[in-house]
């Protein structure tokens, strides 16, 4: 059953990281085709009252872009699941604007939060989102830990020649602020199309990095249920906290994924790496009951592929890029 909704509110951000889109940035998709706070409240509604969803996390491009993002949370935070329980709420956010959002978004119900921040140096932040936001991302980093949305999660991809080399110290960081850093796996989802597997740093890299340095205590298997990362305690011997890696590529968890992801304009994707959708905002315009979505999203979901097929000589990467789709 797929009870973890990942809901895209814009394709749009306010980055340009490499991994992800080119400089100019991409064509966005025109505002007619975005669907509306009412449209997505009622099909989240609909996914944690009739699907089994019990856990929705908000992505983009850049969700913080979303006015709306505020009401949105708070609907999804009312809601109650199959088993009485008000969903978990998280959001996937680049940081930037969040220093003055965090305690609303607490306000509004939301629980997590995960930030995107590949390195500690300002000039490689620059070189690698062609932005001069490294400050802002900190600053709101240290708003969602205030304003109570700890553990506060850091996603890091690392890219060789670039940063590669701050493993160490972006954990040595974390640990000393209390945030839990998430070393992702670069996948073949950039716009670009550029994705080598050879150029890639993986797991195994990032492990052995990790373990000339600190103590590494891999947390039991059980714990980690659907989630996407291998975690462990790590310690420094001052500090202690939690790392994880999320090896996309070199070690799929695809057997005991739990996801389903609605595109900002309306397409439910039953893998990140589909190349096929399933149109609900057509439907939902036309005049589809909630019955009639309700089955089409069902035959979605069950249409699952057993595996992503990165590692398959066949595998073709989506047309869609990963701001189009949402993480």
């Given at each position: ?143 969602a830990a205030a304003a109570g949305l700890g553990p506060v999660k850091v996603n890091t991809v690392l890219l ?168």
């Amino acid at each position: 059953m797929a009870t973890d909704l990942r809901v895209s509110l814009t394709d749009k951000c306010s980055l340009r990281c490499g991994y992800c889109m080119p400089p100019e940035g991409l064509d966005w998709l025109p505002d007619d085709q975005v669907l509306s706070d009412d449209e997505l409240i009622r099909l989240i509604t609909l996914a944690v009252h009739e699907l089994g969803v019990e856990e929705v996390r908000f992505t983009g491009g850049e969700p913080l872009l979303r006015r709306g993002l505020e009401r949105i949370v708070e609907a999804t935070a009312h809601l109650r699941t199959k088993t009485g329980r008000a969903p978990v709420t998280a959001l996937t956010t680049n940081g930037v604007g969040l220093d003055k959002r965090a305690r609303a978004l607490a306000a509004a119900g939301l629980n997590r939060i995960n930030v995107s921040l590949d390195t500690l140096d300002p000039e490689r932040f620059h070189r690698i989102t062609r932005r001069d936001r490294h400050r802002d991302v900190l600053a709101g980093l240290a708003a969602a830990a205030a304003a109570g949305l700890g553990p506060v999660k850091v996603n890091t991809v690392l890219l060789p020649g670039i940063n590669d080399d701050e493993a160490v110290p972006l954990v040595r960081w974390a640990l000393a602020q209390g945030y839990e850093l998430r070393f992702i796996e670069q996948m073949p989802l950039d716009a670009q199309g550029a994705w080598q597997r050879e150029q890639m740093v993986t797991a195994h890299d990032i492990q052995q990095a990790l373990a000339g340095e600190f103590e590494l205590i891999p947390v039991d298997a059980r714990a980690r249920g659907a989630s996407p990362a291998q975690t462990w305690t790590a310690t420094d011997g001052r500090n202690t906290g939690t790392v994880g890696i999320i090896a996309s590529v070199t070690r799929p968890f695809c057997g005991d994924c739990d996801r389903t992801r609605l595109t900002a304009d309306g397409q439910i994707r039953n893998c990140l790496f589909a190349r096929d959708e399933t149109d609900l905002r057509a439907l939902l315009r036309s005049g589809a009951d909630n019955a009639e979505l309700a089955q089409i999203w069902r035959a979605a979901m069950w249409g699952k592929a057993a595996g992503h097929g990165i590692n398959d000589t066949s595998f073709i990467q989506p047309d869609r890029p990963m701001s189009a789709i949402g993480g």
